[in-house]
């Protein structure tokens, strides 16, 4: 919890003022357990009266980027599906989850954990694990058994379609032994507890997109992956070769490698439908 120091405090009530939880009494100084430890208080405080519930303050440093510089950068992302056979250093990686406690989460919570699978080894048991796993999930789903009660129920599921993604897995797999990774140096898994009432999952896919926008401004390429979050759903038995604790789901995944390809054009893509009201 952070601690008003009273003999500093000009009782400005910027603090008060900006608290989501209304949990400030100047007066006393007193912090309410609905405190959610944003560090607001200590944010906006003048008088840096406000001391963190650990480390210290300290004053935040101007930033640089404009709006041109930040559109240019996005619209110079794309994903990244071909790496140099080059290890990211851990302390380059350190580098990428220590920022990861500027990003958002709901409610303040920070349930996440994050497992950086970076032996070569492991990044290979990931790729054929998850590859063999999403072959199962759609063989199942395109079963002669199982698909006349999805077109029953669930119409919108395109069998054709899937069988298709799954004969073409199994085509690419004889020639690609990294369809799934592409031989990243790197794969962070944004993994947290399960739970109906938590929004891990938001704050993964969030906190997933931030470090690879800071991963690229390194000159590092990425790649947001879902078919291993769909491998590594609730229970799954590829979390436990990955020490993925046994209350956790995967909720998002990131290859992470220096690239090997540079991309020199912007291609145009359709914005989203807006709707003012
Ligand atoms: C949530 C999410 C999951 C994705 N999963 C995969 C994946 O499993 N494999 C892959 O090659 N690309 C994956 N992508 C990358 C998309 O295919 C890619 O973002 C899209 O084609 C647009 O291309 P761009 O990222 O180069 O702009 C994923 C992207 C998102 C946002």
């Not at 069998?159 to 020639?175: L, P, T």
Request: proline fraction near 6%; aromatic fraction near 8%.
């Amino acid at each position: 919890m952070p601690i008003i120091n009273l003999e500093r405090c000009t009782r400005c009530l910027r603090c008060v003022n900006d608290c989501p939880a209304g949990a400030i009494t100047i007066e006393t100084g007193e912090i309410a357990d609905t405190c959610i430890q944003c560090g607001h208080c200590v944010a906006i405080c003048p008088e840096m009266a406000v001391k963190p519930d650990f480390g210290d303050v300290f004053l935040l440093q101007p930033y640089t980027v404009t709006p041109k510089d930040f559109r240019n950068l996005t619209s110079g992302i794309r994903s990244c599906r071909s790496f140099l056979s080059k290890d990211i250093q851990d302390s380059v990686l350190l580098q990428l989850v220590d920022n990861m406690k500027h990003y958002p989460s709901a409610s303040n919570a920070r349930p996440l954990q994050i497992t950086v699978v970076r032996s070569k080894e492991k990044v290979k048991l990931l790729n054929d694990l998850t590859e063999e796993a999403l072959i199962r999930m759609f063989s199942l789903i395109s079963s002669p058994w199982v698909s006349p009660f999805l077109r029953i129920f669930v119409p919108s599921v395109n069998i054709s379609k899937i069988r298709r993604y799954k004969n073409n897995f199994i085509e690419r797999k004889k020639e690609n032994d990294s369809q799934i990774c592409y031989h990243a140096p790197a794969v962070l898994l944004f993994h947290g507890e399960v739970s109906k009432t938590g929004m891990a999952e938001a704050d993964a896919n969030i906190w997933a997109a931030y470090t690879s926008i800071y991963a690229n401004s390194m000159g590092l390429g990425t790649c947001f992956n879902g078919f291993i979050v769909k491998a590594m759903g609730k229970r799954s038995k590829l979390n436990p070769l990955f020490k993925i604790p046994s209350d956790h789901q995967v909720y998002a995944s990131l290859l992470v490698g220096y690239p090997k390809v540079k991309f020199r054009n912007e291609a145009s893509r359709q914005s989203p439908v807006v709707v003012f009201l």
